[in-house]
């Protein structure tokens, strides 16, 4: 049996997660939560508290080829990181390891639960190649949690399994590895969900609002052994969803895969141009390969090229005093015109 309790913050070990005892389908008459008896605005019950649904659970399980018990709904991925930040780093005392640059909101988490943060930079030199020599000298006995991103965001390229497999196994009942998969559906993988069995410290996050278009509904999921999911839970506020979200959600996985696939069709035939159409325009002088729905590029200036594009109504990332990134815009793959007009507007710089 594994001891996860290595990887909690001792303090939170009493925490259980909060049961609103909502599952409970033999109940007829509730007078239990203070809610009002009438539901005024008909069909959708937001009289009620939203209760945890078992189906919807079941639904995202089989999305994701995991058990139920292996996996969080949090509000979007953001929320996943910041759970296990709160869950495992101890103030003040313990350590999270990230790979800059990436996400700019794992760092913020760290900051915000008083974590140390240990950077260890990708190597710009190398096409953002991950640096083991690096890891090796900068991992401490303090350190917590491990947070990969890939594909990263902005490099838009990829950490090779073999390379997480190896830090699962060398900080194995010490911390959590945590693998951001937010744009893993543009790549050709493989994921790191298929070893959640084998690797009991791994912990995989994925989004609901890139590849499957619903950012607006701030969905994601956590996906990890139940030990970890239930320490989770147990420091996650109580009813975080709403109605309307878990509705929507559940009816969107009912939907139609072939949308999403024509789409991702899209995108990466889209990539593809745009990265050889960019790599030709004067104001550009790098395009990064990328296996998400991104491009980072690198310009002669780009504080002047984000604004000419903004005055044209056409938003970029800019990334200003972001080490190893400078002059480099982070462009997202649009829809065809979308794309064609950056273009115009970048050749008129
Ligand atoms: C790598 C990465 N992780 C997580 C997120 C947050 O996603 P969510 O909308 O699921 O909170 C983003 C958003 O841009 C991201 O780029």
């Not at 320490?231 to 509705?247: E, G, S, V, Y």
């Not at 980072?296 to 002047?304: E, F, I, M, P, T």
């Amino acid at each position: 049996m594994h001891n996860f309790s290595a990887y909690f913050r001792p303090e939170l070990s009493d925490l259980k997660a909060y049961d609103s005892g909502r599952d409970n389908t033999n109940t007829q008459i509730w007078l239990d939560a203070n809610e009002s008896p009438w539901d005024n605005e008909g069909a959708e019950q937001l009289n009620r508290y939203p209760a945890p649904s078992i189906a919807l659970q079941a639904q995202l399980a089989q999305f994701y080829q995991v058990k139920p018990d292996q996996l969080l709904l949090t509000r979007g991925s953001d929320e996943g990181v910041d759970l296990l930040m709160r869950l495992c780093a101890r103030p003040y005392q313990d350590a999270v390891m990230i790979f800059p640059p990436t996400f700019a909101m794992y760092s913020v988490y760290a900051k915000i639960q008083a974590a140390q943060l240990i950077e260890v930079p990708l190597k710009a030199e190398d096409n953002f190649a991950f640096d083991e020599d690096l890891f090796d000298r900068k991992l401490t006995v303090n350190t917590k949690l491990i947070v990969f991103c890939t594909p990263n965001n902005p490099t838009g390229n990829t950490i090779s399994r073999e390379i997480i497999i190896k830090i699962c196994n060398r900080v194995k009942n010490q911390a959590l590895v945590i693998v951001d998969e937010a744009y893993f559906e543009f790549t050709e993988g493989p994921t790191l969900i298929t070893d959640l069995n084998e690797y009991p410290n791994l912990v995989v996050l994925r989004t609901f609002s890139k590849f499957y278009g619903l950012a607006g509904l701030r969905c994601g999921v956590l996906l990890a052994a139940p030990a970890i999911v239930n320490a989770c839970k147990a420091i996650l506020a109580p009813f975080p969803f709403n109605t309307l979200t878990l509705n929507a959600l559940a009816q969107t996985l009912r939907g139609a895969r072939s949308v999403w696939e024509q789409q991702h069709a899209v995108i990466l035939n889209e990539r593809k141009i745009m990265q050889t159409v960019l790599s030709k325009l004067s104001c550009i002088s790098k395009v990064w390969d990328s296996a998400s729905n991104f491009l980072l590029v690198q310009c002669s200036d780009a504080k002047k090229v984000w604004e000419h594009c903004k005055s044209a109504g056409i938003m970029l990332r800019y990334f200003p005093e972001t080490p190893l990134l400078e002059n480099c815009l982070r462009i997202s793959i649009g829809l065809p015109a979308e794309n064609q007009k950056l273009i115009a507007v970048l050749k008129e710089f």
